[in-house]
């Protein structure tokens, strides 16, 4: 009963987009969940001099570690900080600084504490090369689009999720909706003259923003 009501609301187009995401995990091993378009791109454009920044350890921890100079991951859940460790430590990649982050009050609309950003705080601007903002307070990290050097690039996951646009992802916000957060419209006016793309692969969104 409790899986059909997590699969109840899936269409078939949903369900073949499913589909067709797990085949290509399988087939190009695990790496970070976003969208399939985004991994392509990025596996091609990634440099292994570039500096990273990444909010929202996972599988894509160790990919970005094995393809950049400097990965600086933040996590919450101490759980998966302690299985994303193990996976640091058996390939070896000395390159990747781990951090987990969760003490503190807990910041407005997330599930996260006030420490969660430190790592914001201490960063100077133009830090880094990448910067993918895919962890449990987008908002805030958004707000931080000065650490991303000219022609670099800040990646918001589940863009879907935060912003209005037209696709047929389940739970996403419908394309007529307005934003009102202020963190959100601010982000919006601050990457008004940012390239944009935005890849959809039926159950991710993730959207690219390239600094000028």
Request: charge should be positive; glycine fraction near 8%.
């Amino acid at each position: 009963m409790k899986l059909w009501r997590r699969v109840a609301h899936w269409s078939p187009r949903y369900l073949h987009s499913r589909m067709r995401v797990e085949f290509f995990r399988r087939t190009h091993g695990n790496g970070p969940q976003v969208a399939i378009g985004a991994v392509k791109f990025l596996a091609q454009w990634l440099r292994t001099t570039d500096s990273m920044l990444e909010y929202g350890s996972g599988y894509s921890t160790a990919w970005f570690g094995k393809r950049v100079s400097r990965l600086v991951s933040v996590e919450n859940d101490p759980v998966w900080y302690s299985h994303v460790t193990q996976q640091i430590a058996e390939q070896k990649l000395n390159n990747v600084e781990l951090h987990l982050l969760n003490q503190g009050p807990v910041l407005a609309e997330t599930a996260v504490g006030a420490d969660y950003l430190s790592i914001l705080e201490k960063c100077p601007s133009e830090s880094f090369d990448i910067v993918l903002n895919d962890g449990w307070a987008r908002p805030y990290v958004g707000l931080r689009l000065d650490l991303v050097r000219p022609g670099g690039l800040f990646i918001w996951d589940d863009y879907a999720g935060s912003f209005p646009i037209q696709t047929h992802i389940p739970g996403a916000l419908p394309a007529t909706s307005v934003v009102h957060d202020p963190m959100l419209l601010k982000f919006i006016q601050q990457t008004s003259n940012w390239r944009r793309i935005i890849w959809d692969d039926g159950t991710h969104s993730t959207a690219f923003f390239f600094r000028p």
